[in-house]
């Protein structure tokens, strides 16, 4: 078949559903009108570690409104079947009022089901619950170590030895939580023994995979429906306690049960970005180039699942070191479980690495444009694979330009305006890369309008937009005319919505469905004696605006409505596949940046102000380039809350989250983000997928912390090596 012309892919496009949201008329998960639906407000432990020793119902019971107090004491056993179609890390996953052990501090422990959400309120203040309380443990840095993953390639140690310049850091990140603008809500209807549930996810698939295990149901018998999602990070990429909660509850109410979880409740038990302490020794020659470098990280995760996420990869391939030892811990602590968060790992890896990179540029006295240039690999030294692309020697020449790090003096402290301390600083960024299987099903209709479908959700990034753009050139249809329904486990199966997968995965099974669709279009033209392309060739024909026509004789065509008509279909239909790598790859895969900050500290009160900021990217193929622009500006807010504002702070004493609330728990507002410039390279990737795309969401968050850190380093002297700097810790 013929290429299509590119019409809608690389359109600056607006949202194909902003008139929707802006109107209210994108319905999230609470918004759902279930008839007759109760409410469940949870009661979390006010412990870190325990037992139940007494739970106390008859208050919550006898205040009007109250249905059912649900606990331990009577909820009905649930299968919890294994399941490893999910995103649940290996352990045992917390089991909701099975039993009476209480693994950290705000699980819930027992759910009030109400008329009205205010008695589901009240009822759940007045249950009173009597515990065994043990000391928690919840510091990273006094609990005891899970045992290593290791790598090693080369002799870190002995190569460290015998380095001309060695350095020894100690880096730590805060736990970060996740603070999408939608709180996570689930609306749970039983009908006999068909469970549906609207909810916030980031994967239909996966919620729908986990409520069938914990609930012992054939997975056809469970529907999850989330056809928009107002907000995610990483924090709908499994399903968590209170959805099955508010399954169990509205089973044992007998009417569908609505719960929503408070801006607090968002603290407890729906993951987080873990915190770290990072050990990092770097070994370089007198001219910069990296001899060795070997990494230990210890990071958290609970007592009862084992959390991992892509740490490892940047210290392996970022730069070109013949020598690498690393060891990754994780922690078991008195929490609840982690979970990805914007640019997982990496975004740690990266804050550790280009800080630590910065701080050798300074001590050997080299520009830190140019020691990341002269150990730039030639290839990825970890598998031994080239780089489908990397571009980052591009990246760093563009935004070197554009950010105007000429005017940057390496001499820390030297600019000054006023109070204000001014510093530059930069980083690079990486994301892997990943494609996952998917599949997307395609429907042209006999009036020449088009409808794609895939469970995908769309978490914000523009999902519905950009997959509209793919289907429009693919089928050569105008945007208008294409309908794209996603979040509904009716729809054919998707990845999880995060890892900046999307895309290449979905993406490449909407256009495979979309060229199916087309080429049977053209083929029944082409038998069709009716029809003006009768006999044409297949690869002549191309479709533009629904009309099929010879690519160099425009007026020899016709509409696939005349088309279909004329053949008595009422539609051509086909399921789009794409299938993830398996097996042995030729190329590593990754996206990449370059990250640029200047930002102004206060000489006397430790306040920084993030001033500019550039983001430079080799993302591959970019489809939506107004969307791009807008996931970018995005991922720099949110790297500007983990380097100067977000940080989870608990009280180690019972393992209470003390700031749950957006009041306490920092993130940026409009007045904390400066002027934002993004740049995407033009270019594509059709090694990784047929789309060419690399993914995009993550890599736009990673590096913007260590670009700001290094900034406050240029600007102050002070190397703060731990996330978020705070001012106290710059007085
Ligand atoms: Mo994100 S960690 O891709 O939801």
């Known amino acids: 078949m013929s290429p299509q012309p590119r019409a809608a892919v690389g359109a600056r496009l607006s949202r194909v559903d902003g008139r929707h949201k802006v109107t209210g008329q994108a319905l999230y998960a609470a918004e759902h009108d279930v008839d007759g639906a109760a409410h469940a407000v949870t009661v979390d432990a006010s412990i870190g570690r325990g037992r139940i020793t007494a739970i106390d119902t008859r208050a919550a019971l006898a205040h009007p409104g109250v249905l059912h107090v649900i606990s331990h004491r009577n909820a009905p056993t649930l299968p919890y079947r294994d399941n490893t179609a999910s995103n649940n890390p290996p352990g045992h996953r917390l089991r909701v009022f099975q039993d009476d052990k209480v693994l950290f501090h705000g ?97 239909v698939v996966g919620t729908q995979t986990e409520l ?171 598998s031994k694979l080239p780089f489908s692309t990397r571009r980052l020697r591009e990246c760093y020449t563009i935004g070197a330009r554009e950010f105007g790090w000429h005017r940057r003096d390496p001499k820390p402290r030297s600019r000054r305006e006023g109070n204000w301390l001014i510093g530059m600083g930069m980083a690079a960024g990486v994301y892997d890369t990943v494609r996952v299987t998917a599949q997307a099903r395609i429907r042209l209709n006999a009036d020449g309008t088009a409808v794609v479908e895939a469970a995908s959700s769309d978490m914000g990034p523009g999902t519905y937009t950009s997959q509209t753009q793919v289907a429009a050139d693919a089928l050569g249809l105008t945007v208008p005319t294409v309908t794209v329904r996603l979040g509904d486990s009716l729809f054919p199966p998707t990845p999880p919505h995060g890892g900046s997968m999307t895309m290449a995965s979905v993406g490449s099974a909407v256009l495979d469905g979309c060229n199916q669709v087309r080429r049977q279009a053209i083929t029944l033209a082409i038998a069709d004696r009716e029809s003006p392309l009768h006999g044409a060739d297949t690869d002549d024909i191309v479709v533009q605006g629904g009309r099929l026509h010879v690519k160099n004789n425009p007026a020899r065509g016709e509409t696939y409505r005349a088309l279909l008509a004329r053949n008595g279909h009422a539609h051509l239909e086909a399921l789009g596949t794409f299938t993830g790598p398996d097996g042995k790859q030729r190329y590593s895969f990754y996206a990449y940046n370059a990250t640029f900050a200047e930002v102004a500290v206060d000489a006397e009160l430790g306040l920084v102000r993030v001033r500019r900021m550039l983001g430079v990217y080799d993302a591959g193929r970019i489809i939506s380039p107004k969307l791009a622009e807008s996931q970018a500006i995005g991922g720099i807010v949110g790297g500007i809350g983990t380097a100067l504002l977000e940080h989870t702070a608990t009280d180690h004493r019972d393992g209470r989250i003390v700031n749950a609330n957006l009041a306490d728990y920092l993130v940026p507002v409009n007045a904390d983000v400066p002027d ?50 705070t001012a106290d810790a710059l007085l």
């Open 107 to 203: 699980q819930p422990v027992a759910v009030v089901i109400a008329t009205t959400l205010e008695a589901a309120q009240h009822g759940a203040s007045l249950v009173k619950i009597s515990y065994t309380a043990e000391k928690p443990a919840t510091d990273l840095t006094e609990a005891e170590p899970d045992k290593p993953t290791n790598y090693t390639r080369g002799d870190a140690e002995a190569a460290l030895r015998t380095a001309d310049v060695r350095l020894g850091l100690i880096y730590r990140t805060a736990r970060n939580h996740h603070n999408p603008m939608e709180p996570h809500a689930t609306i749970a209807r039983w009908n006999g023994h068909r469970l549906t549930v609207w909810d916030k996810t980031q994967w």
């Open 676 to 725: 934002v410039k993004v740049i995407y390279l033009d270019g594509e990737d059709h090694e990784a997928d047929p789309l060419g795309v690399k993914g995009l969401g993550e890599v736009v968050h990673v590096g913007v912390a260590p670009a700001i850190a290094n900034a406050v380093f240029n600007a102050t002297g002070r190397r703060i090596r731990q996330l978020p700097i």
């Open 212 to 382: 069938a295990a914990v609930f012992g149901l054939p997975l056809a018998s469970v529907r999850v429906i989330s056809p928009f999602v107002g907000g995610g990070f990483g924090s709908g990429l499994r399903c968590w306690p209170h959805t099955v909660v508010a399954a169990l509850a509205a089973r044992v109410a007998k009417r569908p049960v609505k719960l929503v979880l408070s801006r607090r409740q968002m603290y407890f038990s729906n993951g987080f970005r873990p915190s770290y302490e990072y050990r990092l020794q770097l070994g370089s020659n007198r001219r910069g180039r990296l001899t060795a470098m070997a990494h230990e990280m210890d990071a958290e995760t609970s007592s009862y699942e084992t959390f991992t996420e892509g740490v490892m990869q940047p210290g392996q391939m970022l730069y070109s070191t013949p020598n690498v030892s690393q060891a990754y811990r994780t922690v078991p602590l008195d929490v609840n479980t982690p979970i990805w968060m914007r640019g997982p790992g990496f975004a740690t890896a990266s804050y550790v690495i280009e800080s630590a990179m910065d701080e050798l540029a300074d001590k050997l006295g080299i520009d830190p444009i140019e020691l990341r240039r002269r150990n730039e690999p030639d290839l990825d030294e970890s």
